[in-house]
């Protein structure tokens, strides 16, 4: 029975992992869309507004007014087919899908949990002993005082500071050293 246990808890987090995944790699791949779209908008409208420009300093005012009616003319259906994927169109829904499936997840897990806790007198018990030995070494931490709190963090920050600096020290030297590697090659066998 601790085998089967065991085995459903593994299957269950594998389970949970790989949906996290997929759900945040979707929400990228819209990002990216999202993006790529709005992109194009701009640089299509930019791109009307230069020829714009450029007829109307080689012709005269009406070829000009002509001009700006074609150049409406042919953004509009551009911009209006990028319309379609902007965020204020998608419901609340498809805005949050990501958040809908972790909760969805989480509720499944709460099932799990209870569905074992009920099938399994072992496991209760099991966990009731879990949450005693784990407050029993909870109530033997020593938290620091508010003096020991300030001096350690002052340590670790200090530390932080001064590795960063001789990290620092050390990438503009290997950079250095590479850019006067170069000038010497580029001294010994010119191109």
């Known amino acids: 029975m601790k085998n089967k246990i065991l085995a459903i808890l593994v299957a269950a987090v594998l389970l949970i992992s790989v949906l996290s995944v997929g759900v945040f790699a979707a929400d990228e791949t ?3 869309a999202e993006t790529a779209a709005t992109e194009e908008t701009v640089s299509t409208e930019e791109t009307a507004a230069t020829e714009e420009t450029a007829s109307t300093e080689e012709t005269s005012a009406t070829e000009a007014t002509e001009s ?3 150049t409406t003319t042919t953004v509009a259906p551009t911009t209006g087919s990028t319309d379609d994927t902007t965020p204020s ?3 609340w829904f498809e805005k949050n899908s990501g958040l809908v499936i972790v909760l969805a997840v989480l509720v499944g897990l709460v099932i799990i949990f209870f569905v074992i806790w009920f099938a399994s007198p072992k496991f209760r018990e099991k966990f009731k002993k879990f949450w005693k030995d784990y407050n029993a070494e909870f109530k033997k931490l020593v938290w620091p005082t508010k003096q020991q709190l300030a ?11 001064v590795s960063s600096a001789l990290l620092a020290l050390l990438d503009l030297g290997f950079q250095k050293g590479i850019d006067a590697i170069r000038e010497l090659v580029k001294l010994i066998w010119p191109m």
């Open 30 to 32: 819209d990002n990216t």
């Open 68 to 70: 700006t009616t074609e």
């Open 151 to 161: 001096r350690n963090s002052a340590v670790v920050l200090v530390t932080i500071i």
């Open 89 to 91: 169109s998608k419901s």
